[in-house]
Every structure is written in structure tokens, then in C-alpha cells.
């Protein structure tokens, strides 16, 4: 088993919608999350990152983290076409590099 | 902002010949430098960490004769590919770690051996 499973979708939702993003993790050392956005082509962008338990908002975006149930999500409020891309998740454990998921390839149409 | 470089961008080499890919951190010193590889549609795969003046950390299966590791500088590390052949055509992408959690990436690299 991976320690971080992602659905690789392709998810495709319509302008405006909300898009929930999901990963689980089995390692419960991680104490970072990170959610990167890879565009076709290019290196993997930092979007946001949460320590322990709770939601971290940033405009459009909220990363939520369920220590209890090892599930991370992304939120993304009134998606735009520019968001379509596929989106990363990460755990992180001090002194370890960051386990990756497959990412998930979100398409958003106008 | 915190901006990883690499370059080049792209480069088309023959089959035997070497090639050397740069990754700099632009405006912050990387404590860290990781290197990663990744084939079309799949996720990201680590091929090694490296420390600045330390020997590079090379994950299982990577060899470490065939891809170099340098990290010369806080800023700067270089992964040369020795007697490359058409399988190690991929996107080679560096991060730059500026705590040991937050990880800026470089904007890859796309090597083709022919």
C-alpha cells in the first residue's frame, strides 16, 4: 500500500462548480500536507500547506486535514478554466523527503 | 515568492553523450535540493536528496553512477546524466526545500535521447 493513495480522475466539472479534491494517507507520522498544481509541462507549483489537523483557506482554496480519518482534501470554490490541471498531494515527516500521491487531473469547462 | 530555476529547459542529446541539467534557488538558500523523475501521466518519482557539500542520497533502484549529483552551493545543484540512452528520456524536475517541509519546484527539464 502507498502512503498516500489519490484518485487520478480525470474529474471534470463545469465553470463554477465546487471541486472536492481527495487523498488518504496511511502514515501517521506526517505532520505536513501540501497540495501542489501541476500544469501539462511544468514543474509542480506550491499551492498550500496545513500542519496537523484542521482548514487552511486562501481565496478559492481550502485544504482540510482529518488526522482521525487520514483524509486531506482541496476545496475549490467557483473553479475557473485556468484551475484545470492536475493536482498533487503530499505528506510530509521531519527528516524524510515529501511522500507524494498520483495526482488527480481536474478539467473545468467554460 | 520563493522561484526555483532549471536549465535547460529542454534538450535533445545523442545516445553516449552526457548531460547536465542546473537547478537553482533564486531567492532563498535551499537547505535541501531534491531531484525527481517523471514519465508522461505518472506521478513524480525520487530519485535522490542532496545536502550542500554532502554526498547525494540516492533512492533504491537509482543509480548513482549513471546520474551525478552536485550540490556545490545552497543555491545551486546540477544532475548530470552519464551515457545517456532513449529510456532515460523523461521530465526531470528539481525542488528546492527552503524549511524542511516547504519544497519549491523548478519548472523541468525535458530530456530526449535519440
Known amino acids: 500500500q502507498k502512503e498516500v493513495e489519490q484518485d487520478p480522475g480525470p474529474l471534470s466539472v463545469p465553470e463554477g462548480a465546487i471541486v472536492s479534491l481527495n487523498c488518504t494517507y496511511s502514515?501517521?507520522?506526517?505532520?505536513?500536507f501540501m497540495w501542489y498544481r501541476q500544469y501539462s509541462r511544468k514543474g509542480p507549483e506550491l499551492l498550500m500547506y496545513?500542519?496537523?489537523?484542521g482548514n487552511k483557506e486562501d481565496g478559492r482554496f481550502t485544504a482540510q486535514v482529518d488526522k482521525s480519518s487520514k483524509y486531506i482534501s482541496l476545496f475549490i470554490r467557483d473553479s475557473q478554466p485556468s484551475d484545470s490541471a492536475t493536482y498533487l498531494c503530499a505528506g510530509y515527516q521531519a527528516g524524510t523527503a515529501l511522500i507524494f500521491g498520483k495526482g488527480t487531473t481536474l478539467s473545468v469547462s467554460s | 515568492g520563493a522561484v526555483v530555476s532549471q536549465h535547460p529547459s529542454r534538450v535533445i542529446c545523442k545516445s553516449g553523450t552526457s548531460v547536465k541539467i542546473e537547478c537553482r534557488s533564486l531567492d532563498f538558500q535551499a537547505t535541501t535540493m531534491f531531484w525527481y523523475r517523471q514519465f508522461p501521466k505518472q506521478s513524480l518519482m525520487l530519485m535522490a536528496t542532496?545536502?550542500?557539500?554532502?554526498?547525494?542520497?540516492?533512492e533504491q533502484g537509482v543509480e548513482k553512477d549513471k546520474f551525478l549529483i552536485n550540490h556545490a552551493s545552497l543555491t545551486l545543484s546540477t544532475l548530470t546524466v552519464t551515457s545517456a540512452h532513449p529510456e532515460d528520456s523523461s521530465f526531470y524536475i528539481c525542488s528546492a526545500a527552503r524549511d524542511s517541509y516547504e519544497q519549491y519546484f523548478g519548472p523541468g527539464t525535458r530530456l530526449t535521447v535519440t
Open positions: 502514515n501517521s507520522a506526517f505532520q505536513y
Open positions: 496545513t500542519y496537523s489537523s
Open positions: 542532496s545536502n550542500e557539500g554532502s554526498k547525494a542520497t540516492y
